[in-house]
């Protein structure tokens, strides 16, 4: 599966902006679609997932209530809806795939996009 990302860029503190990432490809196999964040000089973090169907989906504590998560299964896109981003939110965005059941561990996903950088200012 390949995953390529878009929909980054600088906003101000309480802005939004929308994450999207399409997918090309064996696409059967990328059951779990998730979002990660890495800031300069932290680790990579979960920020949120969704199943196939979209039925199910989790987040971090600390997005629960501003962000999204969506899947157009049709067009093999998933979306991030990103609401009242504060500064802590600023960092590269990647998008992830995998199979079976979902992880928070970006070590179990076997397909990734290239980054978005989000920046929230102040």
């Known amino acids: 599966v390949q995953l390529q990302a878009s929909g980054g860029g600088l906003v101000q503190a309480g802005d939004s902006l929308r994450l999207s990432c399409a997918a090309s490809?064996?696409?059967?196999?990328?059951?779990?679609r998730s979002w990660f964040r890495q800031a300069p000089g932290k680790d990579r973090e979960f920020v949120a997932g969704?199943?196939?169907?979209?039925?199910?989906?989790s987040y971090r504590d600390s997005v629960k209530g501003r962000f999204t998560i969506s899947r157009d299964t049709a067009n093999n896109t998933v979306y991030l809806q990103m609401d009242s981003l504060n500064p802590e939110d600023t960092a590269k965005y990647y998008c992830?795939?995998?199979?079976?059941?979902?992880?928070?561990?970006?070590?179990?996903?076997?397909?990734w996009g290239q980054g978005t950088l989000v920046t929230v200012s102040s």
């Open positions: 969704i199943n196939r169907n979209g039925g199910d989906t």
């Open positions: 490809g064996r696409t059967v196999t990328a059951n779990i």
């Open positions: 992830a795939a995998k199979s079976g059941s979902a992880s928070w561990s970006w070590k179990t996903y076997y397909s």
